[in-house]
């Protein structure tokens, strides 16, 4: 079993995402919002973040009382857009995957049928969970982005 502990977001956790944010490296930041946010996020990408329930939904991972990892998708025409991110200190642990998982199982379970996730093209953390959650995911190369494409499965969807 896991150290995570997975809880919806709330504007309450708008401190704890502000310090999650701050602390990661500037290649984590970059690799999860395709350009530098730096030190002090500013109020739009924190509130970004956190979307309303009608554009989306925020998760939190939590290993003890420290929030670890922040996943989300939000509404994109007719489809949602996933991003994750994690920690500098608790990557390759498998917290990404399990975050997917869940958000996974939420966007199925309010009918959501098609999923996006976006990234440059040097993250290598990206492709490997795209390829364990959606291993038939239409695949788009475009410069130095990648994007995928692929359906909501309706099934338990199978964590790293």
Known sequence: MSALRIRAATRRDRPALVALLSGLSAESAY???????????????????????????????????????????????????????????????????????????DLAARGIEQVEVYTGAGNRAVPRMVARQAPGADRTLDGASVSWTFPVERRRVVAA
């Open 31 to 105: 690799q999860r919002f395709q350009t530098a946010i730096g030190a002090h996020p500013s109020r739009p990408v924190v509130d970004g973040l956190l979307p309303e329930a009608t554009r989306g939904v925020a998760l939190l991972g939590f290993v003890g009382g420290e929030l670890v990892a922040h996943g989300m998708w939000a509404r994109a025409g007719r489809a949602a857009e996933l991003g994750i991110l994690v920690a500098d200190g608790h990557q390759r642990q498998g917290f990404g995957s399990e975050l997917a998982t869940a958000l996974l199982a």
